[in-house]
């Protein structure tokens, strides 16, 4: 048989685009871009000032080794710089992962409602995704193990989950560590980790640094606010990061998204600035959502996940198209199993206001 174009390798047509959070709106009223998880607070001036001032020297190429980023964080969490890989956000380590310790013939795990970049990664690299129930739409250790099988090479799991907010405690994580054969790769999401406050908790950096098969990965793109410039970094055994500095590019750094990011973790204040902030409107937005009559899910981050009634005529696609014509977008979740739910990030007081008053004129009258 003659082929009249290349054909892409096998699970590459198995995947489904990934389609972020919309931030425009019909009209010329400034939108209330609630979709995406961004800090209502921007970033840290001085990462600002460092991006500008990188501005002078575009014709070098940037640190491949991204020396200053990567000792701005070990000094900032106490970690050792030799085992940190930075990157363009941390999708790209995530895939970085994936392409290193997965291939035809192997499976990788994620929970039912985990984030969608993982099903991505894995197909990318020919491997069989493989979902593991949630409950109470938190991740269930016991399900994960259910599902391992001699082709198990990688579990990917995001603690705090998104979209769900859900976490589950460090106990129950070392308990799924023990459980998974060695040569298995558990790889911790801790993307909203700063916005965390139980005791319970902790982001995965202990489990990195006693175990040679334990992976965190964390972002600027949340509580940093630097989104745009897609700064991610990971925390490896020696020998992960090895492997991944093998494979990413030589530079797969921007200059400038180095500075800033160097910048953004030194300025403590900054960072805590926008946790109090969320600390402050998380429990307030759930609570006007809840006297709305939407059952929201418990949330640790700075977004809530919320749910329409069911056998109601105020459905969230119904919301969500209300609240567009308002100037406010929220995030359609129909992807993550949730045709019926919109998730809100935790915004400014006047984009809060704004949504929740959108969203009470919608369900006047509900059915």
């Given at each position: 048989?003659?082929?009249?174009?290349?054909?892409?390798?096998?699970?590459?047509?198995?995947?489904?685009?990934?389609?972020?959070?919309?931030?425009?709106?019909?009209?010329?009223?400034?939108?209330?871009?609630?979709?995406?998880?961004?800090?209502?607070?921007?970033?840290?001036?001085?990462?600002?000032?460092?991006?500008?001032?990188?501005?002078?020297?575009?014709?070098?190429y940037p640190d491949g080794q991204a020396t200053a980023l990567r000792r701005a964080i070990a000094a900032r969490y106490g970690l050792d710089a030799g085992r940190i890989?930075?990157?363009?956000?941390?999708?790209?380590?995530?895939?970085?992962?994936?392409?290193?310790?997965?291939?035809?013939?192997?499976?990788?795990?994620?929970?039912?409602?985990?984030?969608?970049?993982y099903r991505i990664a894995i197909l990318t690299n020919g491997a069989t995704p493989v979902i593991a129930p949630e409950r109470g739409l938190k991740t269930d250790v016991?399900?994960?193990?259910?599902?391992?099988?001699?082709?198990?090479?990688?579990?990917?799991?995001?603690?705090?989950?998104?979209?769900?907010?859900?976490?589950?405690?460090?106990?129950?994580?070392?308990?799924?560590?023990?459980?998974?054969?060695?040569?298995?790769?558990?790889?911790?999401?801790?993307?909203?980790?700063?916005?965390?406050?139980?005791?319970?908790?902790?982001?995965?950096?202990?489990?990195?640094?006693?175990?040679?098969?334990?992976?965190?990965?964390?972002?600027?793109?949340?509580?940093?606010?630097?989104?745009?410039?897609?700064?991610?970094?990971?925390?490896?055994?020696?020998?992960?990061?090895?492997?991944?500095?093998?494979?990413?590019?030589?530079?797969?750094?921007?200059?400038?998204?180095?500075?800033?990011?160097?910048?953004?973790?030194?300025?403590?204040?900054?960072?805590?600035?926008?946790?109090?902030?969320?600390?402050?409107?998380?429990?307030?937005?759930?609570?006007?959502?809840?006297?709305?009559?939407?059952?929201?899910?418990?949330?640790?981050?700075?977004?809530?996940?919320?749910?329409?009634?069911?056998?109601?005529?105020?459905?969230?696609?119904?919301?969500?198209?209300?609240?567009?014509?308002?100037?406010?977008?929220?995030?359609?979740?129909g992807a993550y199993g949730f045709p019926n739910a919109l998730r809100m990030t935790i915004g400014s007081e006047a984009d809060n206001t704004r949504a929740i008053a959108?969203?009470?004129?919608?369900?006047?009258?509900?059915?």
């Open positions: 048989m003659v082929t009249t174009a290349p054909i892409a390798r096998p699970g590459i047509l198995d995947i489904e685009a990934y389609v972020p959070g919309e931030s425009k709106t019909l009209g010329s009223v400034e939108p209330a871009k609630l979709s995406s998880n961004e800090t209502p607070l921007g970033p840290s001036p001085a990462a600002i000032a460092a991006f500008q001032s990188s501005a002078a020297s575009l014709e070098r890989v930075c990157g363009s956000g941390s999708d790209e380590l995530l895939g970085l992962l994936a392409r290193a310790y997965l291939g035809p013939g192997d499976e990788a795990i994620y929970t039912e409602h985990g984030f969608l970049v016991d399900e994960i193990l259910a599902r391992v099988t001699d082709r198990t090479r990688v579990v990917f799991m995001a603690n705090p989950n998104n979209p769900t907010g859900t976490y589950i405690p460090i106990d129950e994580v070392r308990r799924l560590r023990a459980g998974l054969r060695p040569d298995i790769l558990l790889v911790l999401d801790a993307a909203y980790a700063e916005y965390v406050s139980r005791n319970d908790y902790e982001a995965g950096v202990e489990l990195v640094a006693t175990t040679t098969n334990t992976v965190m990965t964390r972002t600027f793109s949340k509580i940093h606010g630097l989104a745009a410039l897609r700064v991610g970094w990971a925390y490896c055994p020696e020998n992960v990061a090895d492997v991944l500095n093998r494979i990413r590019g030589p530079f797969n750094m921007s200059a400038p998204a180095i500075a800033a990011g160097a910048a953004a973790i030194a300025d403590i204040a900054h960072m805590e600035h926008a946790k109090s902030h969320n600390d402050e409107w998380l429990p307030r937005v759930v609570n006007d959502l809840e006297r709305l009559g939407l059952k929201v899910t418990p949330s640790v981050t700075n977004f809530v996940l919320f749910h329409f009634p069911e056998g109601s005529k105020k459905t969230a696609a119904g919301a969500d198209e209300h609240l567009k014509s308002k100037g406010v977008i929220l995030r359609r979740v959108a969203l009470a004129e919608y369900l006047k009258g509900a059915a």
